[in-house]
């Protein structure tokens, strides 16, 4: 059964962390671009960050560029989104998504809340 499971999403204060994680099942996560997105209410959904399949390049949105790290542990298969430094603005459900490239996933997890207020 192929699957993407989110966690680590919460409640945290101006400032702080927080983890994701994204685990995946049917899937061989190093072969696929993998993306996290966030939606928030009233907004658009956003690509938080891309980490590309061929080059293992990183991209990230300019809101979150040395705050968020996004990475992967090939030995279980899993996605990670490290968030430091955390505002209110980053509320939002976040979601990993694969793809064959960047820009276009194909396949997505349930999505993770995360909220950030004081």
């Known amino acids: 059964q192929q699957q993407l499971v989110e966690s680590g999403g919460g409640l945290v204060q101006p400032g702080g962390s927080l983890r994701l994680a994204c685990a995946a099942s049917g899937f061989t996560l190093k072969t696929y671009a993998l993306n996290w997105f966030r939606q928030a209410p009233g907004k658009e959904r956003l690509e938080v960050s891309c980490?590309?399949?061929?080059?293992?390049?990183?991209t990230y949105d300019d809101s979150v560029k040395g705050r968020f790290t996004a990475s992967r542990d090939d030995a279980k298969n899993t996605l990670y989104l490290q968030m430091n430094n955390l505002k209110p603005g980053d509320t939002g459900v976040y979601y990993c998504a694969l793809g064959p490239r960047c820009g276009a996933p194909g396949f997505w997890g349930q999505g993770t809340q995360v909220t950030v207020s004081s």
């Open positions: 980490v590309s399949s061929r080059s293992g390049t990183i």
